[in-house]
């Protein structure tokens, strides 16, 4: 960051105080390497791009985006000239279409990460990860989410306490995410169960 951050850090706390959080306006549909499937809403980045772009400009900031040595540098920077930067490894892919895949994931990570915006890559990087991905576009507004119950709760943490390989886990997964997708939206109960399932199976 640059030496003085007064004024950035001021602009930026303004910037996120006004911010209208992107919709998550895209539905990917995966297909894991072991035959399992999931799907999860997201905001891809031109719209997280498009809705900050006019408070960006309000408070005189800026992002810049560049590819150095294999390593993707992302720069927020203030009229003020004061600056703040992240930077991350982009990787090895197996070819230009995973790198693209791989670059636009970061970006996009890399961009909502330093502005504080919240929005679940254009493909989440699948492609890149030697995932099949499907995308369809989320339902319109007014289609409600199931809700779920306490012994349902109960019941899916059961079985997916149970599952002791990631066939089994992601098993349990696509049976709660079809069937009562409620329970699975990110930060219940269950989802932070299921990370934390994943997380062991993977160690």
């Not at 003085?4 to 850090?9: G, H, P, Q, V």
């Not at 985006?65 to 992240?86: D, M």
């Not at 970061?106 to 890559?121: E, N, Q």
């Not at 099949?132 to 576009?137: D, N, P, R």
Request: neutral net charge; contains cysteine.
């Amino acid at each position: 960051m640059s030496a003085e951050i007064n004024e950035i850090s001021a602009a930026l706390s303004e910037f996120q105080g006004g911010l209208k959080q992107p919709e998550l306006s895209k539905e990917v549909k995966v297909k894991t390497r072991t035959g399992g499937e999931y799907k999860f809403k997201y905001a891809d980045l031109s719209t997280c791009v498009k809705a900050a772009a006019p408070s960006l400009k309000e408070h005189g900031l800026a992002v810049t985006q560049l590819i150095l040595n294999g390593t993707l540098v992302t720069i927020l920077t203030h009229k003020s000239g004061q600056w703040f930067r992240s930077e991350v490894a982009i990787g090895n892919t197996a070819d230009y279409q995973s790198l693209g895949s791989a670059i636009t994931y970061l970006k996009r990570y890399s961009f909502c990460a330093i502005l504080g915006i919240v929005a679940d890559t254009d493909d989440d990087a699948n492609v890149a990860c030697g995932n099949e991905a499907q995308f369809v576009e989320s339902k319109k507004k007014g289609a409600s989410a199931i809700a779920f119950t306490g012994e349902q709760l109960k019941q899916a943490i059961a079985e997916l306490d149970a599952a002791t390989t990631e066939a089994e886990y992601q098993a349990v997964w696509n049976k709660y995410s079809s069937s009562i997708p409620s329970l699975c939206a990110k930060g219940t109960e269950f989802y932070n169960a299921c990370i934390k399932k994943a997380n062991e199976l993977k160690a």
